[in-house]
Nanobody
Framework: QVQLAESGGGLVQPGGSLTLSCAASGDWHAVGWFRQAPGKEREGVACFSSSDSSTWYADSVKERFTVSRDSAKNTAYLQMDSLKPEDPAVYHC????????????????????WGQGTQVTVSS
């Protein structure tokens, strides 16, 4: 199982930006980013497939978040711009060697390795 180390969370003002990092100890093909706010279910927000650099985004983050991979560093990123008051949550990255991002969203069961999560807070 791949070990994942997340970083980059913190406090940001509305309209601000944060970049989350997810450093992996082994090889993987797809990364999914999920978030869970207090009292809400975990939701998938972004996905990246390494073989063709395809991506998927939830409607709630489309055109504001960007998912990417730096293969040299074996690290995935989630660039979050124009952060809104509804974006605060614990953000988790998850990877899998076999999964391919699709246009149908993300399911937790599609990913075999998970990061510990990092808190994102949006407040003025």
């Amino acid at each position: 199982q791949v070990q994942l180390a997340e970083s980059g969370g913190g406090l940001v003002q509305p309209g601000g930006s944060l970049t989350l990092s997810c450093a992996a100890s082994g090889d993987w093909h797809a990364v999914g980013w999920f978030r869970q706010a207090p009292g809400k279910e975990r939701e998938g927000v972004a996905c990246f497939s390494s073989s063709d650099s395809s991506t998927w985004y939830a409607d709630s983050v489309k055109e504001r978040f960007t998912v990417s991979r730096d293969s040299a560093k074996n690290t995935a990123y989630l660039q979050m711009d124009s952060l809104k008051p509804e974006d605060p949550a614990v953000y988790h990255c998850a990877v899998d060697s076999d999964y391919y991002c699709s246009g149908y969203g993300l399911a937790e069961g599609d990913f075999s390795s998970w990061g510990q999560g990092t808190q994102v807070t949006v407040s003025s």
